[in-house]
Structure formats: C-alpha cells, structure tokens
C-alpha cells in the first residue's frame, strides 16, 4: 500500500499547503474534511500518520469543529497545527482559552527543549503565529516543548504516544525550520520512506485506470490547456483507441492553438480525435454581443451544444473525462466524485448527456504535479508550461462586438508578444501575458498618411493564485520591440498602450 500522510481540515487557510509541504517531501498526503472522516476509514485507508490542520474555530464553541475522539485510541502519530494543537490539547482533557497576552500575530522567536520535532533545529528560531486562543495547560502524558515570549505553550509533545501540538504554522516560509519540523515527524516520528514520486503516480493511475475502465467507451473534451491535455494522455496510455477527445474549435483561439493541439495529440500521440470547426456557429451567436457575461454565457451554453451533438454521433459513450485538478476539489466543498470544475466547457455536461461515469484521474495533483506528470507522459514543454488561458478565449479580450476581423487583429498583435517574450533574454517570464483589443480607435501618423486604427493594450501580470496580482515590469527593451512589431506589422492598429493596473482594483482579463 502507498504511504500516506492525512491532512484532517479544520477550515484553515493553509490546509493545502501542509499537504503540499508533505508532498514535496515525497509522501503522499491527501486532505480530508474533518466532518467525514471516521476512525474506520482512518484505520481502512493505513495512514502513516495524521495532521490536524489550523482553522477559525475556537474549540470552546459549541459549534466549531471536532474529530472523532476514538482517533486518540490509534496508534498514528498525530501533529495538530494551530486550531488542531489546540483541539489535541482540548480533547485531551487540557484547558484552552483566550491568549493571556492577547492575539499574536506574525514573526515571533521560539524557544524549544528536547522534543523529536525540533531535530536539527537551533534553540531558538523564528517562527510565524497567528492566533487569538492559547492552550493554558497541557493533558496528561504531554509536556511543554517549545514557547515564544507571549506564548507559553507554543509546543507541546507526548514523545510516547507521538502525539505533538504546534502553536504556529511549521507550513509557512517564515518558519525558518518549519520544513525540518515536518520532515522530522514524517521521517522520525511516522518512520515515513519518502519514496512517492510522480513517475509512479502516472504509472500507478495508468494501471488502475485500465482495470476500471476496461470495456467502456470513454470521451473526453480537450481544452488545449494543460490538465485536460494531461488527463487525456493519461488514459490514452491506459485505454489507447477505447478513448475517443473531442476538441471545439470556437473561433475564439490563439494563433497556432488548433494546429498545436491537432499536431500534438492527433500525430505525435496518435489518438482518436475529433476537431469540431465551429468558429461560424459561435461567432453567429456572438453577433452583436457587447456585454462580458453575455459572451460568457453564450460560449459555454454553445458549447455545451457542440460537445452534445458531436457525442451524440460518436453512439454510445459510457465515461467522461474531467480534468478536475486538487485545488478545484477542495475548492468546491468536499470530494465527492460529483465534483465537476465549474469550467465553462465541461460544467453541465455529465447529466445532460447521460454518462454512468466521470473519471478525474487528476484528482489529488496540485497543478505544478500535473505539469511533471505530463512532462514525464511526454508532452511537448510549451503545452505543460502554458500559461493559462480562459474558457471564453479570446472573446473576453475583444472588447465590444466580436467580429472575424477583430479577432484577426487580435491573434496577431498577440502572437507577436508571445513570440518576443519568448525570445527576450533571461528575465523572470510573468504568470500572464496577453494583449487586448480595445474598442478605441486613434489617429497616427505613417510615412506622409494620416492613419485611424485600433488600439491594443498589452497586458502582463505576476501573480501566485490570480486571486491578487501585481502588473509585471516588462523591461523597456521588450515593451519596445513589440509595439514597433505589432504597429508595423498588424495592419489596422496604430498604437500600442501598456495596462498597468494591479489586481485589485482591476482583474487580469479586461472584460
Ligand atoms: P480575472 O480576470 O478574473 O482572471 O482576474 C483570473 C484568472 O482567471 C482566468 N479567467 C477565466 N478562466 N473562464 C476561465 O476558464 C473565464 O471565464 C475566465 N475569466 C478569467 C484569467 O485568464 C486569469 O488567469
């Protein structure tokens, strides 16, 4: 069986970054909701060991939440984070109540004695807190391994039992030693091996994958972005022929995208592949629309049209493939297979169509895992690293009415980004980058004409989680050589703006 760490959610922000940390240590940890986890699926699952994340609760509310208590009677070590220190300390039987010296928030030092967490960390560290109650006093068997000025318990451990409490959050970067702590109680305490690697996470789901689905038909709707690309590789190497990807090509792509996707999946890896042009049928609904979500809805209910008929003709299909990734799981609320990414071009298909399955192969990745499993599958570099691309394509970045020669326009000033950062010397490569044709015309001046054409804005951002994002500093170099390139080259448009608004106020797409 495959070790596994479990991550028992409290509702803390960090819940997936402690699953992450644990992972990038080469053991696998999987997230759990700490309403649906019982001590018999606990004990099913063989877990190496449990980790009670932080949470918003205070553990004296009577509605906060709470673990089985039967979890305390395994023998799995436990390492409760914040919220789950002080539920371990709570459920114990130990006292906890408001911070005596207040809230504490952020960098603070911390001061342990001998505990098997705090291997190879110096006597004293920084630490990252945030926290409004304190344990007041530790249960039985536990003793007080660590504290920071205004935080007496700010660790507590029962070397025995391996039960340990940590006040902050070992997860973030500025717990200097946070990484050691972690791999101190994946490796000292729960005796972990660290052997879990991408490569056998691939080869593991293409083995399951092929025992579950064989005999059944499977259909899978390509986006041209990078899980759906994964997902499907993934089963080809699993079902081969019994796979059948469809691929809607709406009009509203980047320049090359269609070829790539063809070129990619179609000749290098062979796989029964179905491009649908129905550029004319979008760009017909789209007549007139200037309105954001109007566009918006039009793509993804057109969509989900095309998807339905081209089904329809492919006969009986049993399975279809989501390219749900982790974070849109947990997002979504808790695991159950119904979860379906609320992307515009697969939300609403499985029931309209009348799959018995849906299959997620990529379920438990977080997205920098399903770019290595693809690299790993062997999909071409550009594709795995693409930057993302939204469902609506380019129809959200046409400002007003979308039309062929607009679109045109587009594909090509943004071509010619993409090209020169592409060639621009080492600099840090932004999250996004795109440009924008916006419904202004200006007055410019070439050779001896007066001209009147468009003007496209370029748009670049940094960002870890598109929730917030700065606007990247392009070095003046590139934001040169491409507004000479897209003014002399893309007819029709005859000035070049640079968007440099963060995130908020703005968002990164314009509409
Ligand atoms: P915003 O504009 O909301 O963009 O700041 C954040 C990220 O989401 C992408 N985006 C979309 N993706 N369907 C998608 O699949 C959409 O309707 C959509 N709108 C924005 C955007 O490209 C950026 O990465």
């Given at each position: 069986?495959?070790?596994k ?5 409290f ?10 940390r ?16 019982t001590v ?23 509605v906060?939440?709470?673990?089985d ?34 809230s ?5 030092t911390?001061r342990?004695?001998?505990s ?5 960390v ?20 536990f ?25 902050f ?13 972690l791999?101190?109680?994946?490796f ?7 052997d ?32 759906s ?6 089963l080809?190497?699993?079902i ?13 792509l980047r320049?090359?995208e ?7 999946f ?21 007549k007139g ?15 989900i049209?095309v ?33 379906i990414k609320s ?14 399955g ?10 920098d ?11 071409p570099?550009?594709?795995?690293m693409?930057q ?5 394509g ?5 400002m007003?009415?979308i039309?062929e ?9 943004d ?7 592409a ?14 044709l916006?419904?202004t015309r ?20 940094d960002?870890?989680d598109?929730?917030?994002a700065?606007w ?8 040169e050589?491409?507004?000479s390139?897209i ?21 990164v797409?314009?509409?």
């Amino acid at each position: 069986m495959q070790e596994k760490i479990l991550v028992l959610d409290f509702g803390g922000q960090y819940s997936l970054l402690i699953a992450r940390r644990i992972r990038q240590q080469h053991v696998f940890a999987e997230v759990r909701s700490s309403c649906d986890m019982t001590v018999a699926q606990i004990q099913r699952e063989g877990y190496k060991g449990i980790v009670f994340t932080g949470g918003p609760s205070s553990v004296y509310d009577s509605v906060s939440p709470r673990f089985d208590p039967e979890i305390l009677r395994l023998a799995i070590p436990i390492l409760g984070i914040c919220y789950g220190h002080q539920l371990l300390a709570w459920m114990a039987g130990a006292e906890v109540c408001p911070a005596e010296n207040g809230s504490e928030y952020g960098r603070v030092t911390l001061r342990h004695t001998e505990s098997a967490l705090f291997r190879h960390v110096p006597p004293e560290s920084a630490c990252w807190m945030s926290h409004t109650d304190a344990v007041r006093s530790v249960p039985a068997g536990f003793t007080v391994t660590a504290s920071t000025e205004s935080c007496p318990c700010a660790a507590m451990a029962d070397e025995k039992r391996k039960r340990y409490g940590v006040q902050f959050h070992p997860e973030v970067t500025h717990t200097e030693y946070g990484i050691q702590m972690l791999r101190n109680f994946l490796f000292s305490v729960c005796d972990c091996a660290g052997d879990w690697t991408m490569e056998d996470f691939a080869s593991t789901s293409i083995e399951t994958l092929r025992w579950e689905l064989s005999g059944k038909r499977v259909l899978c709707a390509l986006s041209g972005g990078v899980d759906s690309a994964v997902a499907a590789v993934l089963l080809h190497r699993a079902i081969g022929d019994d796979l059948t990807c469809v691929f809607v090509d709406h009009g509203l792509l980047r320049k090359g995208e269609r070829e790539q996707v063809e070129q990619v999946f179609g000749c290098r890896f062979r796989m029964r592949m179905v491009v649908v042009d129905a550029r004319e049928r979008f760009l017909a609904r789209l007549k007139g629309v200037t309105d954001p979500e109007g566009k918006r809805k039009i793509i993804g209910e057109e969509f989900i049209r095309v998807f339905e008929e081209e089904a329809k003709k492919l006969g009986k299909q049993d399975v279809l493939v989501q390219g749900t990734i982790y974070p849109d799981v947990v997002e979504s609320g808790w695991g159950s297979a119904a979860v379906i990414k609320s992307h515009h071009n697969v939300g609403g298909l499985p029931g309209r169509i009348g799959f018995s399955g849906i299959v997620e192969p990529l379920r438990m990745l977080f997205k920098d895992e399903v770019r290595a499993v693809g690299l790993g599958l062997g999909i071409p570099e550009e594709l795995v690293m693409r930057q993302p691309f939204p469902g609506p394509g380019l129809a959200v970045r046409v400002m007003g009415e979308i039309t062929e020669k607009k679109l045109r326009v587009l594909r090509e000033a943004d071509a010619i980004l993409c090209e020169e950062v592409a060639k621009a010397g080492p600099f840090n490569v932004p999250s996004q980058y795109f440009a924008v044709l916006t419904d202004t015309r200006s007055v410019g001046v070439m050779g001896d004409e007066r001209t009147y054409g468009w003007v496209v804005a370029l748009r670049a951002v940094d960002t870890d989680d598109f929730m917030t994002a700065d606007w990247a500093r392009l070095p003046y170099e590139l934001l040169e050589k491409v507004s000479s390139r897209i003014t002399n080259e893309v007819r029709s448009v005859s000035r070049v703006v640079y968007d440099i608004t963060s995130k908020p106020p703005g968002t990164v797409e314009w509409e």
